[in-house]
């Protein structure tokens, strides 16, 4: 793929948020290249994430092994889970070239549990490898309270 | 309010019974407010640790229970919790979390105070008499001392010495601390959530292993069959709790690892194969047996009342906000100076279960809410904390010490909470 509109990327990426949204999980780990890293800092400055503490640091395997842990129903907060709804916005392509892209966007992600809703809201930036299609080579999630008061999370942004 | 002021069915006494507490203690707000003034606004309540203020002009913000408070380093290296209140019309004077600063400046007037909390300098002094003496108006300064690097801090000027509070706990601080494999333990990292829940649930479960098994299996099957093994505490015969007195108690999970500077020989762990891999290029097979132990780290939960634990391998860190309203945070500890790998491993090991989407605290701030959702039904049955009574032994200390999955450390901090309540 040599060239890739906005479009195209947010309807991938909308497309990965409606996957999230429904727990298709085991699809969304398809959407994953080899390696890479799923992401969310505590600070939201930095980008030296092996050697920061992160709210998830996952590579493939644990993303697998958190999919197994949010689908085996023995985890109490996640049978069931909160019901999420997001939106993802403000999309820009800041850096692509002939085998992948860097976008950002805006999304907010609002979940419903026990009678009362949560509100996040955060700026995600995915590298998308675009060989083949797209797939993620890491999406890296960054809270805009990353390192205040948040609440458990059972599910994915 | 006074004892003589509270109705007998809310006297500590009839509050705390021997074998479980009155559902008021998770749900009654002007009881809240007496545990501020009289826990939080008396006892040696835990701040922070050195390492988040390493340096001359360092900073951090804190709590004593629903007060803010910054502590500081001065010049000289003096610990200092102040007071985060401006002396003239009560403005916060910082509100950067953590860094460092030579004075803090109210924004609304500009008064300035040191790191010490002396006021300093104000603007336009000549607006005041001359019998105003700015010696007395600097940030109000809680007694301040400290064990192994934890920092404690109290309202009471008359407390007893920290060491004697701690008591029993401190050789269980000193085992803890050996994490630090001789370099020293740091703080790298925290997490931090809120739980729609009543303190006192939290404190409550550090020493509650009775849990694990239940809440934590979607953790323990993630985990490879070694590692979980170690988790195995509930069907083993040889873990405990014991009383260690003035609210603090200890739930021993996995006893070959209480001592970690006594190597039992075994083959480490597989899961650590890589890391110790890594760390011969660097050191003997000694000190890489000391580091891997260490970043596996330590086979007890220590509470102690009414804020702060020692549990496993972190800091957990509560904070009441309100009677249905509690902040929890889990501070990642690793080497001071240490491996780089290591404290990688350290910190890896802390985001698979602690934290908003670790895989075990979602969990457990589940079932805690569901505790205080429930408790809001039929405020005349009791909340029990039985478990273990009548079949606990005396421990060295003198004091009650029951199996590992007793509620002794419950009762011991119900024992305390009832102690400061009746002052």
């Keep these: 793929m040599t060239s890739v509109t906005t479009a195209e990327v947010a309807e991938f990426l909308w497309y990965e948020a409606d996957l999230l949204d429904t727990k298709g999980y085991d699809e969304w780990l398809g959407l994953w290249a080899e390696g890479g890293h799923y992401v969310i800092p505590v600070d939201k400055t930095g980008d030296d994430f092996a050697n920061m503490l992160n709210i998830a640091y996952d590579d493939a395997e644990m993303r697998k092994m958190r999919v197994d842990r949010l689908q085996a129903g023995f985890s109490i907060s996640a049978a069931p889970p909160a019901e999420s709804v997001r939106t993802l916005s403000r999309f820009r392509i800041t850096q692509a070239d002939e085998t992948g892209l860097t976008v950002t966007a805006a ?5 419903d549990k026990f009678g009362r809703q949560r509100m996040f809201a955060m700026n995600v930036t995915w590298v998308l490898d675009t060989t083949d299609g797209f797939k993620i080579r890491d999406k890296v999630i960054r809270l805009l309270n990353s390192d205040g008061m948040l609440t458990s999370i059972s599910y994915l942004f | ?3 003589d002021d509270m109705t007998p069915a809310m006297r500590p006494d009839a509050l705390v019974q021997p074998d479980r507490v009155k ?3 998770y749900e009654d707000p002007a009881l809240f407010d007496e545990e501020m003034k009289k826990i939080f606004g008396k006892s040696w309540v835990w701040v922070g640790h050195e390492s ?7 900073f951090k913000l804190s709590w004593v229970g629903t007060q803010p408070v910054i502590v500081s380093r001065d010049r000289k290296l003096g610990l200092h919790v102040l007071v985060n209140r401006c002396r003239h019309r009560s403005a916060t004077v910082c509100e950067v979390k953590k860094g460092k600063t030579s004075s803090f400046q109210c924004p609304y007037h500009g008064w300035g105070y040191g ?3 002396s006021l300093r300098a104000i603007p336009y002094a000549e607006g005041y008499a001359a019998d105003f003496d700015k ?6 300064r809680l007694r301040v001392e400290t064990f192994e690097g934890m920092i404690f801090a109290t309202f009471d000027q008359d407390a007893e010495p920290l060491v004697d509070f701690l008591g029993n706990a401190k050789p269980w601080i000193k085992l803890f601390m050996k994490q630090g494999a001789g370099f020293g333990v740091k703080v790298l990292g925290e997490h931090q959530f809120k739980v729609p829940m009543n303190w006192k649930i939290q404190l409550e479960n550090t020493t509650d292993a009775y849990h694990f098994p ?3 299996k979607s953790f323990l099957q993630s985990l490879d069959g070694e590692a979980n093994e170690s988790f195995s505490f509930m069907d083993d015969d040889d873990g405990w709790v014991e009383d260690l007195g003035n609210g603090h108690s200890v739930m021993v999970m996995m006893p070959e690892q209480i001592d970690l500077d006594v190597d039992d020989g075994q083959p480490l762990p597989e899961r650590f194969n890589d890391l110790a891999e890594t760390l011969r290029a660097d050191y003997d097979e000694a000190q890489v047996r000391r580091i891997v132990r260490a970043v596996a780290g330590c086979g007890f939960n220590l509470n102690l009342f009414p804020n702060a634990a020692c549990s496993l391998s972190f800091f957990r860190i509560l904070r009441p906000v309100s009677v249905h309203e509690t902040e929890i945070r889990h501070i990642a500890i690793g080497m001071d100076g240490g491996p780089v790998a290591a404290n990688q491993m350290r910190m890896r090991l802390h985001e698979h279960f602690q934290g908003p989407m670790g895989f075990g605290s979602p969990d457990d701030a589940e079932v805690w809410e569901r505790v205080q959702r429930g408790s809001a039904g039929d405020e005349r049955i009791d909340v029990m904390v039985n478990r273990g009574l009548g079949l606990e032994e005396t421990s060295e200390n003198g004091l009650p010490k029951g199996d590992i999955s007793a509620e002794t450390g419950m009762r011991a ?3 305390q909470w009832k102690k400061v309540m009746e002052q």
């Design chain 1, 107 to 111: 999304q907010h992600v609002i979940e």
């Design chain 2, 1 to 3: 309010m006074s004892l």
């Design chain 2, 23 to 25: 559902t008021p203690m």
């Design chain 2, 52 to 58: 988040e203020v390493p340096d001359k002009g360092s």
């Design chain 2, 115 to 117: 790191l010490d909390g």
């Design chain 2, 135 to 140: 010696s007395q108006h600097g940030l109000v």
């Design chain 2, 214 to 216: 239940i809440v934590h």
């Design chain 2, 413 to 415: 901090a119900y024992a």
